[in-house]
């Protein structure tokens, strides 16, 4: 069956340290991989797109990797703070790439 | 740039009641939307893809009498929970992909609406 996993329990870290999160799939095949931040009560906020062709990503203190190989994407928060906290979701293209199917996300939980 | 408003971020109200929530990008055109449900702490959930100018998709499982879908314009679409009742509660989130050569440009999220039938 396919699967999107990540971490689901919460992340903590503390302030200025590197915060990394996993996103790992099976029976997919997606041309493209998304990064969304959530916080409590809203709506998915856009991070970073990824395609398969592409292995790292970066924009300002976040790297998205990109692995079709072992089928995993890892997202990494460097220097992170306080602010940094939230659910972080990955979500696969599916459905020919019209369509994007999320993984159940992970808290990521920045401490001073 | 990019911003999507949805309203109204709250609805309370009883069992049998019809619910129209809006969605609207705002500062561009958006020939698809996509509508998800959220369960606490679950991941979104696709229901529909919404097409301007033509019928929804709808996924597997969710029931287009239920969940009425409309994309009049490339603006705004419209989901109506009809006749809903205590199991249709709910976060409603709506999103809408700016038109690009390719399919793979980002979805930029409205911030939900929280349905809540007594």
């Known amino acids: 069956s396919q699967k999107i996993e990540q971490n689901s329990e919460a992340l903590n870290i503390q302030e200025g340290k590197t915060a990394t999160l996993t996103c790992n799939y099976t029976?997919?095949?997606?041309?493209?991989l998304q990064w969304y931040r959530q916080d409590p009560g809203r709506g998915p906020v856009f991070l970073l797109l990824?395609?398969?062709?592409?292995k790292e990503k970066r924009k300002e203190r976040l790297k998205v990797t990109f692995d079709t190989t072992l089928k995993q994407s890892l997202f990494h928060i460097t220097a992170s703070q306080p602010a940094d906290s939230a659910t972080y979701l990955c979500a696969l293209s599916t459905g020919g790439g019209n369509k994007l199917t999320f993984g159940t996300g992970t808290q990521l939980k920045v401490e001073l | 740039g990019a911003v999507v408003s949805q309203h109204p971020s709250r609805v309370i109200c009883k069992s049998g009641t019809s619910v129209k929530i809006e969605c609207r990008s705002l500062?561009?055109?958006?020939?698809?939307m996509f509508w998800y449900r959220q369960f606490p702490k679950k991941s979104l959930m696709l229901m529909a893809t919404s097409n301007e100018g033509s019928k929804a998709t709808y996924e597997q499982g969710v029931e287009k009498d239920k969940f009425l879908i409309n994309h009049a314009s490339l603006t705004l679409s419209t989901l109506t929970v009809t006749s809903a009742h205590p199991e249709d509660s709910s976060f409603y989130i709506c999103s809408a992909r700016a038109e690009g050569i390719y399919s793979n440009q980002p979805q930029h999220f409205g911030d939900g609406t929280r349905l809540s039938i007594l």
């Open positions: 990824i395609r398969e062709n592409e």
């Open positions: 500062d561009f055109q958006a020939t698809t």
């Open positions: 029976n997919y095949s997606p041309a493209y």
